[in-house]
């Protein structure tokens, strides 16, 4: 079993003295496994940076086996968002969440060319990248089965007024409508309906809160690996204090 | 077949870094040929070790006493922190010579992949040993890694209430490295961090 194809780090693990353990986001073969010889050696080391983007080879003499993987690196995201903490944080929580949500070897193209736009546009600094982070989860939700329906509300079927989404169906509420419950309902903050709105600090928080009640509820909750949570609330602790 | 204590041994020491099935028979071999020389010198260094080494109850250093020999140094500048992640990195600013300051050993970086959150690190004792007074500088000596540099931003926040000043290790060139080799993460690094001549 041989294949190529370009990708990003999500994850590197130690392994043994020199080498690791690396998970890569791949664009056919979706999140893939295998062992980077020498991977935590001086020459290698920087290559597998969380977030990276690679050329990845990977090989094994079984489709079921671990295989090995030979990387070459393509932009060092990670070098890029470095020296910002909040572009650092994002990409950290990005790629954690990845990790934990998608299935081993289960190609999602289009989740991998959403994320390879995101990455573009933290490592060159776009302005508007939270919002765009924000947006990026939501879509991922709806990739993973479990989008959120922010088109009408969910008990008038209006349009226009939208204010909660509901924490069991994922459905919008109207401000009307929710005003009875709207204790126990998630606040929707406006950028997410009007793609030209700019969200202050504080609607970029209610964003994350609400797409990350989904994912700890859908994802993370089914996840053996509990980093993603928190990574994601140092992204958020960044971008509530920007 | 060996004997049952020549296997123990062989595999005591195969899980040590650095060794594998192989070495470690080679290793326990040698040690068991030359008894006098090798093999009693290491157990009574092991038994002192055993014995005497531990963690600097101020910095996290490992050393025979309580607190450590840096700690303890008065020729050491103590209104200079470096926050470093392991022993390990201790030992290495150690043998450059280079700083003249006091040390605190943070036992790790914060990891999401491994789930290490600032509970699993040793901060309770540097904001304690920041609010007793007399630091005047932290340097953070951190990896150039995401985890590391994660950990740097999440201490120099932290860190912002006392007033203090917060560096961090230079990201760059290595000394004797020709820029044709060098990965382009480090030369963005380099780049980002040029500095006037």
Redesign the interface.
């Known amino acids: 079993m041989d294949w190529q194809d370009q990708g990003f780090v999500l994850?590197a693990?130690r392994h043994g003295?020199s080498d690791a353990i690396l998970t890569v986001l791949t664009r056919e073969h979706g999140r893939h496994l295998g062992i980077v010889k020498g991977g935590t050696g001086r020459r290698q080391?920087?290559?597998v940076?969380?977030?990276?983007a690679v050329m990845a080879h990977w090989h094994a003499r079984l489709s079921e086996h671990l295989g090995r993987f030979q990387v070459e690196?393509g932009?060092?995201h990670?070098?890029?968002c470095?020296?910002d903490?909040a572009r650092?944080?994002a990409?950290?929580?990005a790629?954690?969440t990845l990790?934990a949500a998608l299935p081993e070897r289960e190609p999602h193209e289009d989740v991998f060319d959403d994320f390879a736009a995101l990455v573009e546009q933290l490592s060159r600094k776009a302005v508007d990248w939270p919002t765009q982070y924000v947006r990026w989860e939501a879509r991922l939700l709806s990739s993973l089965g479990f989008g959120l329906d922010l088109s009408q509300c969910a008990v008038t079927g209006e349009r226009e007024g939208l204010a909660y989404v509901s924490p069991k169906t994922g459905r919008a509420v109207t401000v009307e409508a929710g005003k009875l419950h709207k204790d126990r309902l998630l606040p929707l903050p406006s950028f997410l309906i009007q793609g030209h709105v700019k969200p202050s600090r504080d609607e970029l928080v209610a964003g994350l809160r609400l797409t990350g009640y989904f994912l700890d509820r859908h994802v993370f909750a089914h996840a053996i690996?509990?980093?993603?949570t928190?990574?994601r609330a140092?992204l958020i602790e960044r971008l509530a204090?920007k | 077949m060996a004997a049952p204590e020549i296997d123990r041994l062989i595999q005591v020491l195969s899980r040590l870094p650095g060794f594998g099935p192989r070495s470690a028979r080679r290793a326990a071999l040698s040690l068991i040929k030359r008894k006098e020389s090798a093999l009693l010198p290491l157990i009574d260094a092991l038994q002192g070790a055993a014995d005497h080494v531990r963690n600097c109850s101020q910095c996290g250093n490992l050393d025979g006493t309580d607190p450590c020999g840096i700690c303890t140094d008065e020729r050491r500048d103590a209104a200079t922190l470096c926050v470093v992640a392991d022993v390990a990195d201790l030992w290495a600013l150690e043998r450059t010579g280079a700083y003249k300051g006091r040390y605190h050993v943070l036992g790790g970086v914060l990891s999401a992949l491994d789930g290490i959150g600032p509970e699993q690190l040793n901060l309770g004792s540097l904001f304690r040993r920041i609010e007793g007074g007399g630091v005047k500088e932290v340097v953070l000596a951190l990896g150039a890694t995401v985890d590391g540099q994660t950990t740097a931003h999440f201490l120099s926040d932290r860190l912002q209430p006392f007033g203090l000043a917060v560096s961090r290790l230079a990201h760059g060139v290595p000394v004797g490295g020709e820029l044709d080799y060098l990965d382009d993460g480090t030369l963005i690094q380099a780049l980002q961090a040029r500095q006037s001549v």
């Open positions: 994850a693990r003295e080391r920087a290559v940076e969380v977030g990276n690196l932009t060092p990670a070098a890029l470095m020296a903490p650092l944080a990409l950290s929580a790629c954690a990790d690996k509990p980093g993603a928190e990574a140092r204090a």
